[in-house]
């Protein structure tokens, strides 16, 4: 079954504000959601509602948070989020880095004490005109230093992206890990076993079975020491910096629901316009891109993706067909509504 944007939009802001979130930031966490349903991404779009439901219910998150300027600078500022639902702090703080990057040509804004903020590439997709724009966040710790087998960092997430002429944007959004956590829960949905080198269970070896690697929540980082350095580097930034809450003193999205999680965001952004070569970058990335494309393939790949052209592609196929969702996600979205006494289904 395919289920139409605006339709999937208007029932997730009604889920919302049933649960005492204002109109606009219910507005505004549904469209990010449902993007990342259109861009294919849809371990982090409307599969993530039940659990914010569940924690707004607990007072983990708050619905109308007194969002407050923490430190302010010529380069940005430092916002707590005060338990915001993850898409209200993450949208402030990118919204405030754009405003300084439009005067000073650089802005750099963190949101602390926010809660989970989805994936990123639907807040950097929508600032990245004529900018080159970088996100990030942390999360609870769940990947292990190479070499041991217990949780010491988050599954932390980068991600940027910039125009490129007439071509779909560049536009990279991944986590730290070998793989995110909700494709480890869409395995467990799916039926589909763990190969080597993902998760970690309990005795130190690989887990196959998702359910295990679940329990444990043990992942290993992407590239090793690379993958661990990098989410070193993320939580440093985000959170160091702000005075915000570390990977490991955070609370996981799905337990302690009536605790706020502590995530911690933060968005770089640059405007093209005020760097020497900012005008012609989206112009010089085109012909980069063709070469790149140009490039000898090994057998069997019919083309070469850069980042983000697969999404872009189903993005714009989605919003003219809809985007595919379970029967079971769907049941479980329409009991959702049916247990807040709303009327409308998806």
Not at 129 to 147: D, K, L
Not at 208 to 227: E, N, S
Not at 306 to 326: M, N
Request: hydrophobic content about 40%.
């Amino acid at each position: 079954m395919r289920i139409n944007a605006t339709k999937a939009r208007t029932f997730a802001a009604n889920i919302l504000q049933a649960l005492h979130v204002p109109r606009t930031d219910a507005l505004q966490t549904a469209r990010l959601l449902v993007r990342s349903d259109l861009r294919g991404v849809r371990t982090h779009g409307l599969k993530f509602l039940p659990v914010y439901v569940k924690r707004l219910q607990g007072a983990g998150t708050n619905p109308k948070p007194r969002i407050r300027t923490v430190s302010r600078g010529a380069w940005g500022a430092v916002l707590d989020g005060d338990a915001c639902l993850g898409q209200v702090g993450a949208s402030r703080a990118i919204e405030l880095a754009d405003k300084v990057a439009t005067r000073r040509g650089l802005g750099f804004a963190i949101c602390r004490n926010t809660s989970h903020v989805g994936a990123l590439a639907p807040y950097l997709l929508n600032c990245m005109q004529g900018r080159v724009v970088i996100g990030m966040t942390n999360t609870g710790a769940s990947i292990a230093a190479p070499g041991s087998n217990a949780c010491v960092i988050g599954n932390n997430c980068i991600g940027f992206a910039t125009p490129i002429r007439a071509a779909p944007p560049l536009c990279l959004d991944m986590t730290t890990s070998v793989e995110s956590w909700g494709k480890i829960r869409d395995r467990i949905d799916r039926g589909i076993k763990l190969p080597p080198g993902i998760a970690l269970a309990p005795d130190g070896s690989w887990a196959t079975d998702p359910t295990v690697a679940l329990a444990h929540t043990v992942v290993a980082p992407l590239g090793g020491g690379k993958g661990f350095g990098l989410a070193l580097l993320i939580d440093v930034l985000v959170a160091g910096l702000s005075g915000g809450a570390l990977s490991p003193n955070l609370n996981m999205l799905h337990e302690q629901l009536e605790s706020p999680e502590g995530t911690c965001c933060a968005f770089l952004v640059f405007n093209l316009k005020q760097f020497p070569g900012g005008r012609s970058l989206p112009y010089r990335l085109a012909k980069w891109r063709q070469t790149i494309k140009q490039a000898k393939r090994i057998p069997g790949t019919r083309e070469i993706l850069l980042p983000g052209e697969r999404s872009a592609a189903e993005e714009k196929r989605c919003l003219k067909q809809g985007f595919p969702i379970t029967p079971s996600l769907r049941s479980q979205l329409n009991s959702l509504a049916s247990s807040l006494n709303l009327n409308n289904r998806i």
